[in-house]
């Protein structure tokens, strides 16, 4: 016993940086597989484009209770709206319902609720299967987010 103890004292670091790189390569494994979603978009007709915004899915507790912050990619080109994350923790986004790519004419409406400190924008549309579904944004310029996909709405 006091060799395995021995064994594990000197070869430490290795065993930590072989668990490390095995995280690294199933979360990137992984996220890859969650990032197809958003192949083949044509980037160069982006009309906003905002990194580090937070958010949560209302589609169930859980996912409400696990939103995230300071992750989140809103995009908006002239036909959808693009939320997705870095790719490290694009697996765990999906399961959260916070990777999307929805048509402009699949929103139904949006809101803004205000608070204290921040204001909350919750958009309403319809997902694959025509079902009403809802996710909210934190972002710096929720009015901003607002007015771009009113003008969408407004036009459907």
């Not at 958003?38 to 958010?55: C, H, P, T």
């Not at 992750?71 to 765990?92: F, R």
Request: proline share 1%; hydrophobic share 45%; aromatic share 12%.
């Amino acid at each position: 016993m006091k060799q395995f103890f021995e064994l594990i004292h000197e070869y430490f670091f290795y065993i930590w940086l072989l668990m490390a790189a095995t995280i690294l390569s199933v979360l990137s494994i992984t996220g890859s597989k969650a990032m197809q979603l958003f192949e083949g978009i044509d980037w160069s007709k982006l009309v906003y484009s905002e990194e580090n915004a937070s958010g949560y899915s209302t589609k169930s507790f859980r996912t409400k209770w696990g939103g995230s912050s300071r992750v989140l990619h809103v995009m908006i080109t002239d036909k959808e709206l693009i939320i997705k994350t870095w790719l490290l923790i694009a697996y765990i986004a999906k399961k959260h319902d916070l990777l999307h790519r929805i048509p402009l004419e699949k929103i139904v409406r949006t809101e803004i609720h205000e608070a204290r400190r921040f204001t909350r924008l919750f958009i309403q549309f319809k997902g694959e299967h025509d079902e009403l579904k809802e996710i909210v944004i934190l972002s710096k310029n929720n009015y901003q987010i607002q007015e771009i996909l009113n003008r969408t709405i407004v036009r459907s």
